[in-house]
């Protein structure tokens, strides 16, 4: 969690940089802060709360080269003092971190020995204390940046200024950094987005690399010093793409472009993607692993391959995927899905898998991930910069090539391409402004509810899941997902008079059951709220849905996308900025 950036060129610097904290926001938005180097010493400005900008802007002064920080708390509450850039105890070094120092106690402990106080409760301030104490003994900036790093444990995405020296440095462990290279000028993000507006030209920084800025702009190894050469590449997102537009918000944007982005998650080549499918028949085990809304997506699919495929795919959420490694041969394919690429628990699943020889290949949509970069092949989303926190054409471009793939197993992508392609057609339909704004009505008769259910079986039991999370995510009012039929062993005691309950009706073999669970829920006072192809007298409000067999998931969770849009509206929440949430999710 938590969004680094770095600037150095001709611009002012304070102004490049907190514009790129805001595309960042979706990293961490407890607090931020930015430094940059002038003269004589750095200026800083940390805040808890929203980024603001004219008077920090000013306040930053004209330098051209500085940092920027947007925190996700993980060691210490959400103060100024603990907030980032950190400083050294003489002021000439300024650090913004992304990760967590493992050792950091250790660490703090030989530093106060020596004297040093620290002013925050974080585990990054030993970082410029360190790199102050190397200086201090007669190391250059540079020397003393790598030396500290060789005492670092855990993960770290680090960018470090220094007062007299017009050098900026990164340096990356297990966390995120993507340097952006413009005419006579460089950027440093988590995320690309964070410059797409600047320049498209990036290069990936890998595990124990270090960029050095001063004059020139070098990439060497953070342990042994040498020069390494980076290929530079071109991100074909493009600065509209990471623009709200005429959206009041991210989430209602990424939601009315899903007509374009499961046409474009469908347009993938079909010999990587038969070859994928022939891998999964060849091999002797296969797992998808995700987490959250991509493990929701994910499990949709394990239904959709049993269903098309007729075959067993065993799916994990990744943070318990490590107990499974005694399961694991050369023969296993692990598929992990992620938007991000960067969530800690799937990256982490991926070690333990790979060290058992396991193939790995993943469904990213942020193209240079680490997960990319860790997997032996890759299908990319497709879907273009999601910025709201909340997951929403991610999962349903997610859905779309699991399901391709589970045609392909059986020979039949064109089929599936086929039925994707009208899928498209009706998103369009289920998004279209005037859709959107019907489902007004049913926010408002929900928007005071402090629980709320969802009820699916099979396929529909992972959208239940999936509209349950997205919910309680955005408008904090209580909603759990269940099978249908595990409502009698125990949720059902939860029903009271007027307690809401989303049931999934799709046109398929579940349908004569779900609807005896909705009646069940409605004898007991359940005002029910049917998704379907078709009208039913059980239900008290109807939500139409198209009837598109086999890819109904991906129908069905977009009315339920925009019902938590409007209440997250109506209840006076932010929808792209949940609180205590991070988009990615880069520690475990
Ligand atoms: O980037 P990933 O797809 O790996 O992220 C996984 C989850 O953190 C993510 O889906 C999360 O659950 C979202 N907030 C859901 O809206």
Redesign the pocket.
Known sequence: MCGIVGYKGKRQASSVIIDSLKTLEYRGYDSWGVAVVGNPSISVVKEVGMICDADTINNLGSGTVGIGHTRWATHGKVTEENSHPHMSSDGCISVVHNGIIDNYQALKEQLKKKGYVFRSETDTEVIPLLIEDFIKNGCSFEDAFRKTLSFLEGTYAIVSIHKDSETMICARKDSPIVVGVGDGEHFVASDSPAFINHTNKVIYLENYEMAVFNGSFEVRCSITGDIIDKKVQVLDWDVEQAKKGDFKHYMLKEISEQKETITKAIHQDDKVLQGIADAINESYGTFFI??????NAALSASYTFSKIARKHINIVDSSEFPNYEHFLTPQTLMIT???????AD?LDAVKVAKKKGVKILSIV?VMGSSLMRNSDHTLLMNAGPEIC????K??TSQLAILTLLAYACVGKLSEGKDLLKSVADHVGDLTDPKTLLGTVELASCLKDKEHLYVIGRGQSYSTALEAA??IK?VSYIHAEGFAGGTLKHGPIALIEEGTPCIVFVPNDETRKEILSNAMEVKSRGGYIIGVSDEENDIFDFFVKVPDVGHASPITDIIPIQVLSYYLAILRGCNPDRPRN?A???TVK
């Not at 995700?290 to 493990?295: F, I, K, R």
């Not at 899905?337 to 969530?343: F, K, P």
């Open positions: 995700a987490s959250g809304s991509s493990y899905v992620s938007q991000s690429g960067e969530t799937v949509n926190v909340l997951s929403t991610s999962y999370l997205k995510e949430l988009k990615s999710v």
